[in-house]
């Protein structure tokens, strides 16, 4: 499959400044951008850094970012899912999982969030993918933001439902191992019957069989 790939950009006002919401952004612009201190959600922001940097080299990678003059201050990540994960199973060439979404605490509450995913789905080239996201709350950041799991879970489903992907049910065991967590995907409009029909295979795959 081509990964076609196009930049789109678009101004975001908020009360602690102006942001750029941009991309798919190259590994070379993300080297030359400073990486904020508070990007921490999933590891180091050095080592973080250096994995936006390899998901940008990837052909499927897509890296959306939220910048403040020259410093990232948010970000989203679009890359195949991985090997480990029941989604990689079908090898589904047109399936591509948002793999993390994370805002500097300043700016939250401004719908950096909710703008990312809009400027990912202004590229017409996501209409030929299924794109998944598996949510666990043990991700989310309940105490930084004070939000209990079921409201945490209600700002996630908002944020996502911006960009287009829908709560989709499935027997994954890590997904029902909590009530909050969940699955949610955004189908393409060119994406053809048969990779509907082979992802709904992977989303129940301990169905018994009679």
Request: charged residues 30%.
């Amino acid at each position: 499959m081509e990964h076609k790939k196009t930049y789109n950009a678009k101004e975001l006002k908020t009360p602690n400044g102006t942001l750029i919401i941009e991309g798919p952004i190259s590994s070379v612009q993300l080297k030359a951008l400073d990486f904020h201190k508070d990007l921490i959600a999933f590891r180091p922001p050095e080592q973080q850094h250096k994995a936006l940097i390899g998901i940008a080299d990837l052909p499927e990678g897509r890296i959306i970012i939220a910048r403040h003059r020259n410093t990232i201050v948010g970000y989203v990540t679009f890359l195949y899912p991985d090997p480990m994960e029941r989604w990689s199973e079908g090898k589904i060439e047109n399936l591509i999982e948002l793999g993390a979404i994370e805002v500097i605490p300043e700016f939250r509450g401004c719908a950096v969030g909710k703008n990312l995913l809009k400027v990912s789905m202004m590229d017409d080239a996501m209409e030929d993918y299924i794109i998944i996201t598996t949510e666990y709350y043990w991700h989310w950041d309940l105490k930084g933001t004070k939000l209990n799991v079921w409201e945490y879970r209600k700002v996630m489903e908002k944020m996502m439902n911006a960009g287009g992907l829908e709560w989709y049910a499935t027997d994954d065991p890590e997904i029902c191992s909590h009530p909050a967590n969940c699955l949610m995907a955004r189908i393409g409009k060119r994406v053809d019957i048969e990779s509907i029909q082979r992802f709904d295979r992977l989303r129940f795959m301990n169905r018994l069989m009679y």
